[in-house]
C-alpha cells in the first residue's frame, strides 16, 4: 500500500520550491530557479534507486528503471514539468491540510476574506471526507504538475521496494518551462528510449487525453500618424480605431468564454496601443485541422481586406503555428490509450477520455515521433490561488502508473 503521509510530504517539499517560469527569457530554462527542483529531482532519483539519472544543461532530469522481467516488453516513459506558470505567482508557496473535507467553505485567508467554495467551485463536493491540499490564498499551488512529477517519483519508488509487480524498463522525464510552451523544445527523444510514454499533467480523477488543440499565436500591427489634435483633420490616422475594428470583424461568439468541447477560438489576450501603433496579441484554437487553418486563413483575409480598403499598409499580420492536434500520431497505436484505460478501470476508477482544451508537452512530443497520451494528475483551479489538490487523487494516479507498468508487462508475455 502507498504511504499517503510521505507522498504527501513529497509532494508539499516540491510545490514550496519556487520554479516559475518566465516567457519573456531566451534561456532554458527560462529562470534559474528552476535548477533548484531539476537538481533535487536528480537527487532524489538516484537515492530511491533509479539508474542511467542524468540532468543536461537546459535542466531536463531523465532516468530509467530497468525491466525485471526477462522477455522483451516495450520501453514506456512517463513524463512531467516541473515549472509553475507566471499567470500567478509561485513564490512563497504556503501549502494549507484539510483533512476530512466536510464540503463546507474553505477559508483560505482570513485576513484577506479569501474563500475557497464548493457554490463556485461545485467540483470540491466530489472530494468530501477526503484529505486537500490548498493554498493559503495569496500564490497558486502548484500542482499543475508537481504532482504529475510526485506521482511519478511515488510509483517509481513503489515498484523498486516491490519487485513482485513485473514490469519492462520505463522510462521518466521532467522537464522545464511548459507553462510558456517550450516544455518539449529540447527534450532528446532519442536518449529518453521509450517507444511510447504518458504525461501526468491532466486533472480530474480519471482524464485520459489523446486529443489537444491546434495552436498559434497571432500578433496584429496597426500603424497610424500622430499630429497636433488642433490641427488633425484629414492628417491623423489613429490606428486604435483599425484595431477595434478589426476586433468586431472577427466572429464575436467564436471566443473561449463563448464555447466548449471541440468548438475552437479566437482569443484576444493582450492589447496595447497608442495614435501610433497598436497590438493585438491573439492566439488560434481549434481541434480540426481543416477549421484551424481556416481560422489562420481569416484572419489573414480580413488584414488583407483592411489594407485594401484603407489602400494602405496599415496592418500587418503575423502568425505562428505553436502545436498541433495529438490525435493524428497516437490513433495508429491506440493501444497506447487502451492500455491506460484498462489500467483506471481495474482500480475501480471511471476513465473520462475526451479532448484537452488546450496544450501539453505531449501533443509536441508525440510529433517528435514520441506517442504521449495525457493522464490525471489529480489538481483543481489551476494557475491560480483557489488551486486544490485531493490526497486520495494523488494516490489513485500513482497506481495508474504502477497498474500500467504492470499491464504493458502482461500484454507482451
Known sequence: MLDKQHITNRFISYVKIDTESDPNSNTTPSTKKQWDLANMLHDELIAIGMTDVSIDKNAYVMATLPSN???????????????????????????????NYDGSDIVLNADEDIILSPNYFEDLLLY?????????????????????????????????QHPEIKHGTIKVGFTPDEEIGRGAHKFDVEKF????????????????EYENFNAASAKVTFKGKIVHPGY???????????????????PKLEVPEHTEGYQGFFHLHDMHGNVEETVLEYIIRDHDKDKFKAREALMQKIADDFNNKYESNIVNIAI???????????????????IAEEAMLQLGIKPIIKAIRGGTDGSQL???G???PNIFAGGHNFHGRYEYIPVESILKATQVICKIAELTEERYK
Open 232 to 250: 488633425a483633420k484629414g492628417k491623423m490616422i489613429n490606428s486604435m480605431y483599425y484595431a477595434t475594428e478589426f476586433i468586431n470583424a472577427l
Open 320 to 338: 505562428n503555428d505553436q502545436y498541433y492536434n495529438m490525435k493524428e500520431k497516437v490513433e495508429p497505436v491506440m493501444h497506447i490509450v487502451d
Open 366 to 368: 508525440s510529433y517528435m
Open 193 to 208: 528510449g521509450a517507444d511510447w510514454a504518458y504525461t501526468m499533467d491532466g486533472s480530474q480523477v480519471g482524464e485520459l
Open 370 to 372: 514520441l506517442p504521449c
Open 128 to 160: 468530501k471526507g477526503q484529505t486537500l491540499i490548498t493554498t493559503d490564498g495569496t500564490t497558486l499551488l502548484g500542482a499543475d504538475d508537481k504532482a504529475g512529477v510526485c506521482e511519478i517519483v511515488s510509483a517509481m519508488e513503489y515498484l523498486i
Open 69 to 99: 522481467v526477462d522477455h522483451e516488453v516495450p520501453t514506456i516513459g512517463f513524463i512531467s514539468h516541473f515549472d509553475t506558470s507566471p499567470d500567478f505567482t509561485g513564490a512563497n508557496v504556503n501549502p494549507q491540510i484539510i483533512e
